[in-house]
């Protein structure tokens, strides 16, 4: 089973937008609204969007591309298109900061998010996504090997399917250079991220102890998300095929 094939898209990037205050409601409402269809027509997947728990002023979201080169053509159609610039001094006055962008493929085969996700809801949704999404980064001192998937493997993947979470995703840095240098990066840097789902929101209470994850730097980011109206991924979303059929759970 190639990556192509058990996933939806073998490049992620991991978006993390500050915005000013009172302003993420508007941006998810242009967002949801004017674009996701008109990037995907471009040639990239919107696979979610979030409301961050912790942080009302963070919006989240995530972007899938085939490859590198179809990134840097599908980025280029979009942000040189006539949609983004009608609306980008809408969406650009609601953030502070805009970099904090992570570009990922998945760990290993069939570890991206699951190619049936599902339809995406249509535009009049209003609600929140089902369930809640976390997304973990571990910034480490050097790429992903093989102590950290042990690891993951060994001890975080049998206490999040034991507390109910289906494993959503399993990623490291994509080491290729930025094709579309107009949107910064976060370069030079070693991170293994792992994305999970609960069926219930309020399992945002959920905690994890990891502190003895070998080879970070520093102490986990933990994003605990709700999925907006329109993210195609949510806490009920189906497993990645690299988890047993045994330790993956679907709502």
């Given at each position: 089973?190639?990556?192509?094939?058990?996933?939806?898209?073998?490049?992620?990037?991991?978006?993390?937008?500050?915005?000013?205050?009172?302003?993420?409601?508007?941006?998810?409402?242009?967002?949801?609204?004017?674009?996701?269809?008109t990037?995907?027509s471009?040639?990239?997947?919107?696979?979610?969007?979030?409301?961050?728990?912790?942080?009302?002023?963070?919006?989240?979201?995530?972007?899938?591309?085939?490859?590198?080169?179809?990134?840097?053509?599908?980025?280029?159609?979009?942000?040189?298109?006539?949609?983004?610039?009608?609306?980008?001094?809408?969406?650009?006055?609601?953030?502070?900061?805009?970099?904090?962008?992570?570009?990922?493929?998945?760990?290993?085969?069939?570890?991206?998010?699951?190619?049936?996700?599902?339809?995406?809801?249509?535009?009049?949704?209003?609600?929140?996504?089902?369930?809640?999404?976390?997304?973990?980064?571990?910034?480490?001192?050097?790429?992903?090997?093989?102590?950290?998937?042990?690891?993951?493997?060994?001890?975080?993947?049998?206490?999040?399917?034991?507390?109910?979470?289906?494993?959503?995703?399993?990623?490291?840095?994509?080491?290729?250079?930025?094709?579309?240098?107009?949107?910064?990066i976060?370069?030079?840097e070693?991170?293994?991220?792992?994305?999970?789902?609960?069926?219930?929101?309020?399992?945002?209470?959920?905690?994890?102890?990891?502190?003895?994850?070998?080879?970070?730097?520093?102490?986990?980011?933990?994003?605990?998300?709700?999925?907006?109206?329109?993210?195609?991924?949510?806490?009920?979303?189906r497993?990645?095929?690299a988890?047993?059929?045994?330790?993956?759970?679907?709502?």
């Amino acid at each position: 089973m190639s990556i192509t094939e058990a996933t939806l898209s073998p490049i992620v990037e991991l978006r993390q937008y500050t915005l000013h205050p009172g302003r993420r409601d508007a941006l998810i409402e242009l967002f949801d609204h004017a674009l996701i269809e008109t990037q995907e027509s471009v040639g990239m997947q919107v696979i979610g969007q979030f409301r961050d728990v912790d942080d009302a002023h963070r919006f989240v979201w995530l972007r899938g591309f085939a490859d590198m080169t179809t990134r840097a053509d599908a980025l280029q159609a979009f942000y040189g298109g006539p949609v983004w610039k009608a609306n980008r001094e809408a969406a650009n006055a609601t953030m502070i900061d805009s970099d904090n962008v992570l570009l990922l493929r998945p760990q290993r085969p069939g570890s991206g998010f699951s190619a049936d996700l599902g339809p995406r809801p249509r535009r009049d949704a209003t609600a929140s996504g089902p369930g809640l999404v976390t997304a973990t980064i571990y910034s480490l001192d050097a790429p992903a090997g093989g102590a950290m998937v042990a690891y993951f493997d060994r001890t975080l993947v049998p206490a999040l399917t034991g507390s109910g979470a289906t494993i959503l995703g399993i990623f490291v840095t994509e080491p290729s250079p930025n094709t579309f240098p107009a949107l910064p990066i976060r370069q030079n840097e070693s991170v293994f991220v792992w994305i999970a789902g609960f069926a219930d929101a309020t399992a945002a209470g959920f905690e994890l102890r990891d502190g003895d994850a070998p080879g970070v730097n520093s102490s986990p980011q933990r994003l605990r998300l709700i999925p907006t109206a329109r993210s195609r991924l949510t806490g009920r979303s189906r497993g990645c095929p690299a988890i047993p059929a045994s330790q993956r759970r679907h709502a």
